[in-house]
Every structure is written in structure tokens, then in C-alpha cells.
């Protein structure tokens, strides 16, 4: 069985994982939103990586 990377050691979970901090942020700008986008549109690896760490957000919403 393989073990995944550890996301401190991949660039793309780091970066959803800021991203997905940073727009729950209520000072969260316009221009923060657009170049989320254009990083998110960049590499269909980051939608992907993205969706994950926006449905562990939501989950660990529940554990409260």
C-alpha cells in the first residue's frame, strides 16, 4: 500500500489549504477570489486537490 504524501511536503495541498482558509476569511477581496480562480483553472490538478481539502473543511464543521 502506498502512502500519500505528507501535505507540508506537497505544493498543491498547501496551496488549497491556504486557499481554502483564506476565502472562508469574511476580509477575504475581490482580488484574492480572482487569483484563486485563475489558480484554480491553471491545473485540473488543483480543482481536485482543492475539492478535497474544501470537503474536510466541511466536514470538521460537523465535529463541533
Do not use: G
Amino acid at each position: 500500500m502506498t502512502t500519500p504524501p505528507s501535505p507540508s511536503s506537497d505544493p498543491v495541498a498547501q496551496a488549497a489549504a491556504h486557499w481554502c482558509m483564506r476565502l472562508h476569511e469574511p476580509d477575504c477581496s475581490d482580488a484574492e477570489r480572482a487569483e484563486f480562480q485563475q489558480w484554480l483553472e491553471s491545473d485540473p490538478r488543483h480543482a481536485a486537490k482543492y475539492a478535497e481539502v474544501e470537503n474536510i473543511w466541511t466536514l470538521s464543521a460537523h465535529l463541533l
